[in-house]
C-alpha cells in the first residue's frame, strides 16, 4: 500500500476561492433500511438504500469567505496530482476557531449532491 504526505493535497470549489487549506475530509455512506416483519424472526433483516456524502474543508481564516450558504458548485478533493474526488456539492454550512497556539481558521461543511467519484 502507497503512503501519500498530505502537503500534495487541494481543495476546489467552482463556487469560490479558498484561502490556506490547511485540511479536509469525506465520508460516504448507505442508507440501511430495517426490513424485519413481526412474527417468528430473531434477527433483523436489513437492506441497502441510498448512498449519501459529506465534506469538511478547514483553511486560514479569510474576511472574505468563500460563497454564500446553499450555494451549489463542483467540489473537488484532491489527494495527489490524478488522485481526486469530485462531485457537486452544496455549501451547508461553517465554522470558525481559533487557538492560543495557531491561526484562526474556518471550517466549511458541505453536503454531496449525486455521486463523488
Known amino acids: ?3 501519500i504526505h498530505g502537503k500534495a493535497g487541494s481543495v476546489t470549489f467552482s463556487g469560490g476561492d479558498f484561502t490556506v487549506v ?7 455512506s448507505i442508507d440501511i433500511e430495517d426490513t424485519s ?11 441497502a438504500g441510498l448512498k449519501d456524502w459529506t465534506a469538511d474543508v478547514e483553511c ?7 460563497a454564500a450558504l446553499g450555494t451549489s458548485a463542483t467540489l ?3 489527494r495527489i496530482s490524478g488522485s481526486a474526488m469530485s462531485g457537486m ?4 454550512g461553517y465554522g470558525e476557531g ?6 484562526v481558521t474556518q471550517t466549511y461543511k458541505f453536503e454531496g449532491s449525486g455521486t463523488l467519484s
Open 1 to 3: 500500500m502507497a503512503i
Open 22 to 28: 490547511k485540511s479536509w475530509s469525506a465520508d460516504v
Open 37 to 47: 416483519g413481526m412474527g417468528a424472526e430473531t434477527f433483523k433483516t436489513k437492506t
Open 60 to 66: 486560514v481564516f479569510s474576511v472574505t469567505g468563500l
Open 76 to 78: 473537488t478533493l484532491t
Open 89 to 92: 456539492a452544496i455549501l451547508a
Open 98 to 103: 481559533s487557538t492560543v497556539e495557531g491561526v
